[in-house]
Every structure is written in C-alpha cells, then in structure tokens.
C-alpha cells in the first residue's frame, strides 16, 4: 500500500518561499508520475505540478514560473519548491502517485499579504 508524507508548509509573508517534501513509502517515485495538488476547505481541488516517470517537469497554469518540481531517488521523496508566494496560494497542499489513489494528509500553506 502507498503512504505519502507532505511536511514543510508554514506561514510565510507574500514574496517568500517554502520547500514542501513528500516522503512515499509503497511506490518508487522515480518510476511513477507524482503529483502535487491543492485544496481548500469546501474548494474544488486544484492539480499544482507533476513530474514524470521520465523526469518531466509540468505545471499548472496558476504556478508556472514560481513553483519547481522535483525528486530525489535515494530518499524517495518529491519537493515542490515554491517561490514568490501569493496570498492565494494558501491551502493545503497533497501529493500523489497518480497511479494510485492513496493520499497524505498534506501540509498547510499560508502566505500573508
């Protein structure tokens, strides 16, 4: 079974970056396409990022040219660096073996203004 860990969200000023981790257990991430996603309270979730099997790095429209995708073999883990952060990207964000349906319990972002 598939357990992800999301860690490294906080609070941090507009402008500012954080560096989310997500250690997989269960699944090899460099042979897996992960993603990132995010989610609100009561709000749609929304895909953030992807990187796959290959090593492609994708993004959404919302994120690209501030966020960066990547992975780490050894620690089997995928980062989502996030640079000049906005006051709408605070939620909680997830990641995902897009083959699977398990999910962490994410990490919450929150970007003062």
């Known amino acids: 079974q598939v357990q992800l860990v999301e860690s490294g969200g906080g609070l941090v000023q507009a402008g500012g970056s954080l560096r989310l981790s997500c250690i997989v257990s269960g699944a090899i991430v460099s042979r897996e396409t992960m993603y990132w996603y995010r989610q609100a309270p009561g709000k749609q979730r929304e895909w953030v990022a992807g990187i796959t099997a290959s090593g492609t790095p994708i993004y959404g429209d919302s994120v690209k040219g501030r966020f960066t995708i990547s992975r780490e073999h050894a620690k089997n883990t995928v980062y989502l660096q996030m640079n000049s952060l906005k006051p709408e990207d605070t939620t909680v964000y997830y990641c995902?073996?897009?083959?699977?349906?398990?999910w962490g319990q994410g990490t919450p972002v929150a970007v003062s203004s």
């Open positions: 995902k073996v897009l083959a699977t349906s398990s």
